[in-house]
């Protein structure tokens, strides 16, 4: 079918049986990857490298880690300073809804501020659900 004569409708559906298709393959990667994982083992953080006949395998475990800060500084004295592993870091984080408020409402104030910003197009959002 020429690329001319497609209707949205055309597209959302090919858009839907594609994303379906990409579950089904995501699914399939996770069980294999749990298979590889089943017959090779793995480190509970790090690298390991098995060379299979005709591949390379890499697996690699990790662990997320998040700070109770509450906790922690009940029990930060009791730690060594120079063996603790936590680090007080001022952060500077932009808040999208105000730099757009400020952009909208304050161009005068968003010019100075847009010297110290970048700003950069993010891959659009689609979603389609079927309905009825």
């Known amino acids: ?28 990667r996770i069980e294999l990857e749990n298979e590889l994982i089943a017959l090779l083992g793995m480190k509970a953080e790090g690298s390991e490298t098995h060379n299979l006949d005709g591949f390379k395998v890499v697996i690699t475990g990790k662990m997320n880690r998040k700070l109770d800060v509450n906790a922690y500084r009940e029990v930060m004295e009791s730690i060594p300073s120079d063996l603790c592993p936590v680090r007080v870091v001022e952060e500077y984080k932009l808040e999208d809804a105000g ?4 952009s ?28 009825g």
């Open 1 to 28: 079918m020429s690329k001319l004569n497609r209707t949205a409708e055309i597209i959302a559906n090919e858009w839907l049986n594609a994303k379906q298709v990409e579950k089904k393959a995501n699914t399939l």
């Open 104 to 131: 909208e409402n304050k161009p005068d104030v968003w010019g100075i501020l847009a010297k110290a910003i970048t700003t950069t197009p993010a891959k659009p959002s689609v979603n389609v659900t079927r309905e």
């Open 99 to 102: 730099c757009r408020w400020l």
